[in-house]
T-cell receptor
Framework: SAVISQKPSRDICQRGTSLTIQCQVDSQVTMMFWYRQQPGQSLTLIATANQGSEATYESGFVIDKFPISRPNLTFSTLTVSNMSPEDSSIYLC???????????FGPGTRLTVL | AQSVTQLGSHVSVSEGALVLLRCNYSSSVPPYLFWYVQYPNQGLQLLLKYTTGATLVKGINGFEAEFKKSETSFHLTKPSAHMSDAAEYFCAVSDQPNQGGKLIFGQGTELSVKP
């Protein structure tokens, strides 16, 4: 397995502001993903973070709201822009190592928007 | 399109009793199937997975699951529940890695273990 860290682990933010979440892994991975877990709900894929190019977004998620960067193979950021209380969720980074069929998850960032 | 259905959002068992968490999937291609566990205020941890080969797979903490293609099921079991098993359990299905490897999750089942 790989070691995945996320920062911050939790935050409380005001409506209308933006928060950038960082994901750092300890090995060079093929694919990195960002998921959202709304309160009491399951996980929903936001996007696949592509190294050196624009992320691939799932239906219902757009770049203006959730800009993603991945400048290298071990680091990615997700920004939650112009936040509203509906954005209160746990945001999780995950990765799949080259040659593996398994995704591993970071500890998550617990976001509360007031 | 792939999908996962977990029957029962909450399951309660007594300590020492059998744990059975149900998962059914829909997939147009041979599925890769996973069970993850989420302890309170933590991320997801892989319990076990099925990709190809033996249909009965064993995972960590005494859990196992059996892939039944005819029933499109991948139920999770443990012979004897322990208090430390109390958590949220997610079943997930994936395209084969060379087709994107995205995970589709079920709604989750919260397992409670009574002393």
């Amino acid at each position: 397995s790989a070691v995945i860290s996320q920062k911050p682990s939790r935050d409380i933010c005001q409506r209308g502001t933006s928060l950038t979440i960082q994901c750092q892994v300890d090995s060079q991975v093929t694919m990195m993903f960002w998921y959202r877990q709304q309160p009491g709900q399951s996980l929903t894929l936001i996007a696949t973070a592509n190294q050196g190019s624009e992320a691939t977004y799932e239906s219902g998620f757009v770049i203006d709201k959730f800009p993603i960067s991945r400048p290298n193979l071990t680091f990615s950021t997700l920004t939650v822009s112009n936040m509203s209380p509906e954005d209160s969720s746990i945001y999780l980074c995950s990765l799949r190592v080259q040659g593996s069929d398994t995704q591993y998850f970071g500890p998550g960032t617990r976001l509360t928007v007031l | 399109a792939q999908s996962v259905t977990q029957l029962g959002s909450h399951v309660s068992v007594s300590e020492g009793a059998l744990v059975l968490l149900r998962c059914n999937y829909s997939s147009s291609v041979p599925p890769y199937l996973f069970w993850y566990v989420q302890y309170p205020n933590q991320g997801l941890q892989l319990l076990l997975k099925y990709t190809t080969g033996a249909t009965l797979v064993k995972g960590i903490n005494g859990f196992e699951a059996e892939f039944k293609k005819s029933e499109t099921s991948f139920h999770l079991t443990k012979p004897s529940a322990h208090m430390s098993d109390a958590a949220e359990y997610f079943c997930a299905v994936s395209d084969q890695p060379n087709q994107g490897g995205k995970l589709i999750f079920g709604q989750g089942t919260e397992l409670s273990v009574k002393p």
